[in-house]
């Protein structure tokens, strides 16, 4: 994430939009994924094209009713063109949620880039037409946080994205820096689940003259406040427990890094007007500047830590580089451009046959952000222009994050003789059975994972039991079927290329049964309480996942299907009234009817210490066997939102071990925080 935006550049890009038929596609829509973000349209020809850009390696994606595509193109000098082709693209439905009700959210706002949509009353949205890859959807709802989901769309034609919204809160407080000065025209962020920002790249706020915000689009959780501006090191504050609206927040910006260098040319030469990115190596942020006539440069407002330092103009392109600002507050670098040269050869189909039209790809191996496209000629050739001195990898086919196993070869600049043979797929189709039933199951997903080739697809089905996933590189795949209504079944699948391979019918088993009723601390029933299910290991539950909520009826009552014979099941539920204790689901035989009690909620906040010392990254969970966890920071802090009121157990655990090094209890009040500090040290003497 880049904090500014990029200075304007002297450079143009050109380019078409060329559909399915090898036509051009006029009134396409095109954007390209400059700083920020510019749009344009195609002329009759299909023609478009962007000015002011800078010297570095371009994503250019384009759309036409239900075909999109997207390219890259390392822009060097005036006069490039880069084609986009399109394909029939996929459809998206979007389910949005109450997070606490489970109830639909209408009226809600959903994007992806340059589509849009709203949810009908039953909470439903259709995106189309996305590829596949790597998406960012927003949804926004009044009332209601926003949230961004990053999610890997596969190649079915239909994929299907849950998402439950947290009521907002608004939370504020003021920035200051070591002598207590306001800072002003921070930008703020809220980050939520590994400390990355609920609401992707849109700031929640920025800070005034005094140093203070005020975010109101906070979701309700365990939540952190980060703050960068273009001096301090980024602040960020510990874990926040959000139930409500807070103006107590205080940020701490100390005196930033600087890193200050010099680009130069393949001779040793100022580099001029050269790109610099800077990315936080254990972060979400980072920066980009401009090296001056003489090729210098200088960033300031850095974390103390290490990053990733590369550059990249017209005249080549750096490796990336690490620079280390962790014990110093400023360094100095010398980024060398390589040279540039071309990489050149052919596309040929499995009979051999030359390849017209085929789109082909490089990413250079020093800086994995340097890339390019091209298409093939008539004969099925290509050429790479401006790519720099080094290993590259080249491939034919898609321009994807989700390209892997892709038929890719390593190639050198300068090589002339390239030989890439076109990407061929498989395909997997199935059909999913019930035991002792003639319709089938309601609901199912099935999720492949490739044993060698990193894919990973979904497929959803509704009341059809029938799956099918395209566009499978050749390989071995582990399927799993899951469901609301029977036991996770796995089936180990080859993949062929240019080949459907057809499965026999999964007979799926209901395993056994539990069934209950949620009611409130009076005895009442609770309606609409959301429940989750684990399957407990070593005191440890893994729930179940969230798309097969369980929710309960009018008079409280819910039923779970789907258990294995032999494990041992945690069900909890939560309710915007509150939340029950973890109950246990009997190993064997025919489960009693089960009661879940809410009680009200309170929240927990804490450190970890080992004599004295703040013990990052430990696991603190709570419940025995656990129904929730949370990770200390980079200070030993921990907080938890929701938590049963009265007597808890408490563990911690250190990462890659399940065996506690702390156990003990904490009392937990509705109103007012617990604090508690656990010693790690004393508890293991």
């Avoid at 790597?134 to 961004?148: T, V």
């Avoid at 959780?221 to 001096?231: M, N, P, Q």
């Avoid at 990413?363 to 050429?383: K, L």
Wanted: aromatic share 6%.
């Amino acid at each position: 994430m880049n904090q500014e935006a990029e200075p304007r550049g002297t450079l143009a890009l050109g380019g078409s939009v060329v559909g399915p038929d090898g036509l051009a596609v006029a009134g396409a829509h095109v954007l390209i994924d400059s700083a920020p973000a510019r749009t344009a349209t195609t002329d009759e020809r299909g023609s478009f094209s962007f000015d002011g850009l800078i010297p570095r390696s371009y994503v250019v994606r384009a759309r036409s009713q239900d075909s999109c595509g997207i390219a890259g193109v390392r822009l060097t000098r005036e006069g490039q063109l880069v084609i986009v082709h399109l394909q029939p693209g996929v459809t998206v439905t979007v389910g949005v949620v109450d997070s606490f009700l489970a109830t639909p959210v209408a009226n809600a706002q959903v994007d992806a880039g340059e589509l849009s949509a709203t949810t009908s009353e039953q909470g439903g949205a259709v995106l189309r037409p996305l590829s596949p890859g790597w998406a960012d959807i927003r949804i926004s709802a009044e009332g209601y946080a926003s949230l961004s989901i990053s999610t890997l769309i596969s190649d079915a034609p239909l994929n299907h994205v849950e998402a439950q919204l947290e009521r907002a809160h608004t939370v504020g407080g003021v920035v200051l820096d070591e002598h207590g000065a306001p800072v002003p025209c921070a930008t703020i962020f809220v980050l939520g689940d590994f400390a990355i920002p609920l609401a992707g790249d849109r700031p929640a706020a920025v800070t005034d003259e005094q140093g203070r915000f005020r975010a109101t689009d906070v979701a309700a959780g365990v939540r952190k406040i980060f703050a960068i501006d273009a001096h301090h090191a980024p602040a960020t504050s510990g874990p926040l427990v959000v139930d409500r609206d807070r103006l107590d927040v205080v940020l701490a910006a100390r005196r930033g890094g600087r890193l200050e260098g010099r680009v130069v040319d393949p001779n040793g030469a100022p580099a001029a007007d050269a790109a610099v990115h800077v990315a936080a190596h254990d972060g979400w942020y980072s920066r980009q500047v401009v090296s001056g006539a003489d090729g210098t440069f200088t960033v300031e407002g850095l974390g103390r830590s290490h990053f990733r330092v590369r550059a990249e103009s017209a005249l080549g392109a750096s490796a990336t580089e690490v620079v280390d600002l962790s014990s110093v507050e400023s360094n100095s670098i010398e980024l060398s451009l390589l040279r540039s040269g071309a990489i050149a050869g052919s596309v040929v189909d499995d009979q051999g046959s030359p390849c017209a039209d085929e789109a082909v790809h490089a990413i250079f191996c020093a800086n994995d952000s340097v890339f390019s496209s091209v298409t093939t000629d008539a004969d099925g050739r290509f050429m790479i222009e401006g790519v720099p001195e080094g290993e590259h990898l080249v491939w034919a086919g898609r321009f994807s994050d989700q390209d892997f196993g892709r038929d890719e070869v390593t190639a050198r600049t300068g090589d002339n003789r390239v030989f890439l043979k076109k990407s061929t797929f498989g395909s997997v189709r199935g059909e999913v059975a019930l035991e002792d039933a003639t319709d089938p199951p309601e609901e199912m997903l099935a999720t492949i994972f490739g044993t060698t080739v990193g894919v990973h697809r979904t497929y959803q089905a509704t009341g059809t039991g029938v799956f099918q996933m395209d566009g499978l590189p050749p390989d071995t795949y582990q399927l799993m079927v899951t469901g609301s209504e029977f036991i996770d079944t796995r089936l180990e699948i080859e993949v062929v290329a240019n080949r459907a391979t057809e499965l026999r019918t999964l007979v799926v088993h209901r395993g056994r049964s539990a069934s209950g009723q949620v009611v409130d601390a009076t005895g009442a029933p609770v309606s609409a309480a959301r429940l989750r299910v684990g399957e407990v290991r070593r005191r440890v539950a893994t729930f179940r996942l969230d798309r097969w909520d369980i929710v309960t009826g009018p008079d409280g009552r819910f039923s779970i299907a789907g258990l294995r014979a032999t494990s041992e099941y945690l069900i909890v539920a939560t309710h915007d009234r509150g939340c029950s204790r973890g109950v246990a689901i009997p190993t064997s035989g025919v489960a009693p009817p089960l009661t879940l009690v809410l009680l009200p909620c309170g929240s927990l906040v804490g450190i970890v210490v080992d004599g004295g010392r703040q013990v990052p990254d430990v696991y603190v969970v709570i419940g025995d066997p656990e129904t929730q966890f949370a990770i200390t920071d980079e200070n030993g802090a921990f907080a938890f939102a929701r938590v049963p009121t009265g007597t808890n157990a408490i563990r911690v655990m250190r990462s890659g071990t399940l065996a506690p090094v702390y156990e003990g209890e904490v009392e937990v009040r509705a109103g007012r925080p617990a604090e508690v500090t656990l010693d790690i040290q004393v508890a293991e003497a």
